[in-house]
Structures are given as structure tokens and as C-alpha cells.
């Protein structure tokens, strides 16, 4: 049985400090890919040269806004060829796609562009004429990745936005680094993006705690996560605090939809999805944004994710909704 009850917005999953830490506990802070991080990790050598490395090669692989990475070049049509990471993150936001019905879909940049949620910035509201244009270059269906790495496009204009699932993918390449070098016990969160192992150095399990905004600006408790020792990963998606107005004054969020063009219409206004790996949890929570409550729902279970979903209710501002299994993973 779904459970729902009254709430305020989810926005965000923010780690809780430790009071002290074990000797062989190390962190490591410090801002990418427009946000921050911080990650603890119990080591008797420091690794942060490593978790660095493994942050400039997602950059240099995955990043849009580096005009020397390898999605911006095959967006730009001067390669065809793509790496590994590249591979992956298709791989991971084709199942999503499929799973959502095309309502996922990291091809959507022409259409972010067109919203000012990409790398331009646009004069005025787009006009009927060009959102349907840019449909034109849309659609993950017709894409492909070959097993040598052929990249095939729908189209010329056709380009790839993996922001939705390369942070959670970042988090993951960090995490499969500390298993490389025998880390079993760390928590990684970069920009709200969490993955975890084993304990923390309070030599229980991590807790991540889940906040709300009050007034769209400060902050209260909703409720604390706790995850270890097993491997488990917790990405958030929602839309307040990337949101422009159109000409009525209106605001509309930054999630479009693939099949109109236009921000998608959803009762979803935040997600919060718990997977085994950062990246696909980073994917269905986006996707969730893009669907109803109860598709969201539904899509979550399919492939054994848990997830918190923030809807819209008229007669009580907001309530939420969650899967069967996500009450397992809140302090009581």
C-alpha cells in the first residue's frame, strides 16, 4: 500500500556532519561541475588525487559546458566515435527512456537552448514554429551507440544533454575508484547526489538527511535517510530552484517534455530516488518529473528502486507519496 501524508517540498538530500571522526577517516571538499562536494572515506593513504582525476575525466567526457569534451564534439558532428563513459550513461538513459515511454529523453538540448535552460540564452518565449523545429533534431529512439562506439544521431541538429544522469555517473566512477583501492567504508555526495558503503566513522550506518525549503529560501528537517552497509545510492530531482517566467509571469520548471516540446505538466514536483547506483537513480528522478504520481510510482518498482515523490495537492498545498519499500530506509 502507498503511503501519503502531508509535507512541504522535498529539494534536496544533504549529508549530516559527524561530531569526530575514526583516525582512518579522511574528506575531501571542494566545488565542480557548478556545485560542491564532499566526500569521507576511510583509507590509511589519502585518495584525493584519485577522486579529482576521476572528476576531470567525467568533465572531459560528459560535460556540456567544456567545448573540449567528447559529447560536445560529437554534438558538434567533428566525432563519431565515443569512449566508455560515454557508452554508459547512453546505455543507462536508453533503459530510462524506454522505461518512462520517451519521456526521458537526453536529447532534449535543442529544447533546453529554445527554454533557457542550456548552454543559451534566449531573447524571448519560443514561438510554436520553434519548438517544432527543434522537435525535429529530438529523439533518443532513433540514436544509437554501436558495440565499436559508432554514434548515430536522429539528426545533424540532433545533440546529447546527459546533465541528468552525469553527476549521479561522477558519483558512481568515484565510488568504483574506492572499491579499486580496497575502501570499504565511504559516502559521496556531489551537489545532492549521494552514494554510500559500508559505515560511518560513528561506526553506524550513513545518515543522509532529506530537507525541505520554508519561503523558498531557508531550509527545515523532513526526515533523515540510513543507508550502509550495502551499497545504495540517493539522487533528488524537482524544479525550484532552476525555473524561469513567461510572458504572463508565469514560472515554469526546467524539466521539458520530449513529446511536446514544452515544460512538462506534472502533479510531480520533487523526487527522491534510492537505486544500488547513483546514475540510474539520478535518471529515474528526473524521469519521474516528467510523469504522474502513479506512473512514477509504478516505473520505480519495475526495476526495484524505492523513491519519495512531492505532489501537488490543492486542498493541502503538498503531499507525498512513496513506494512500498522507502519507509524501510527512514529513522524512526
Avoid at 173 to 194: K, L, P, Q, S, T
Wanted: charged residues 20%; hydrophobic residues 40%.
Amino acid at each position: 500500500m502507498k503511503r501519503v501524508f502531508i509535507c512541504l517540498p522535498l529539494i534536496s538530500v544533504l549529508y549530516l556532519t559527524f561530531a569526530s571522526c575514526g583516525d582512518n577517516f579522511l574528506s575531501c571538499d571542494g566545488e565542480t561541475w557548478g556545485t560542491t562536494y564532499h566526500i569521507v572515506y576511510a583509507s590509511e593513504r589519502p585518495l584525493d588525487d584519485s577522486v579529482l582525476a576521476s572528476m576531470r575525466l567525467i568533465d572531459e567526457t560528459l560535460s556540456m559546458f567544456n567545448n573540449g569534451s567528447t559529447v560536445s564534439k560529437i554534438n558538434r558532428g567533428e566525432i563519431d566515435v565515443a569512449d566508455t563513459h560515454f557508452r554508459t550513461v547512453f546505455e543507462i538513459s536508453r533503459r530510462v527512456w524506454e522505461l518512462s515511454d520517451g519521456r526521458y529523453d537526453p536529447t532534449v538540448a535543442p529544447l533546453c537552448d529554445l527554454w533557457g535552460f542550456g548552454t543559451a540564452e534566449p531573447e524571448s518565449q519560443p514561438s510554436d514554429d520553434d519548438i517544432e523545429e527543434a522537435l525535429c533534431a529530438v529523439g533518443l529512439g532513433e540514436c544509437s551507440v554501436g558495440s565499436d562506439g559508432k554514434v548515430v544521431r536522429k539528426s545533424a541538429d540532433t545533440s546529447f544533454d546527459f546533465s541528468s544522469v552525469a553527476k549521479g555517473y561522477g558519483v558512481d566512477c568515484i565510488a568504483e575508484m574506492f572499491d579499486r583501492n580496497g575502501v570499504d567504508h565511504y559516502m559521496i555526495e556531489i551537489g545532492g547526489e549521494v552514494r554510500v558503503r559500508g559505515l560511518s566513522p560513528r561506526g553506524r550506518q550513513w545518515r543522509i538527511q532529506v530537507d525541505a525549503p520554508v519561503g523558498g529560501i531557508a531550509h527545515s528537517r523532513f526526515g533523515i535517510l540510513q543507508l550502509g552497509p550495502e551499497n545504495m545510492a540517493v539522487a533528488t530531482s524537482g524544479n525550484y530552484r532552476n525555473f524561469r517566467y513567461d510572458v504572463e509571469g508565469k514560472p515554469y520548471g526546467h524539466t521539458l517534455s520530449p513529446l511536446t516540446g514544452r515544460p512538462a505538466i506534472s502533479e510531480v514536483l520533487s523526487a527522491t530516488v534510492l537505486a544500488p547506483d547513483c546514475a540510474l537513480a539520478d535518471a529515474l528522478a528526473t524521469a519521474c518529473m516528467t510523469m504522474g504520481k502513479g506512473e512514477a510510482l509504478d516505473m520505480l518498482s519495475e526495476v526495484g528502486a524505492e523513491g519519495l515523490l512531492i505532489v501537488a495537492a490543492p486542498d493541502f498545498g503538498f503531499v507525498s507519496v512513496q513506494t512500498d519499500g522507502f519507509d524501510a530506509f527512514m529513522v524512526k
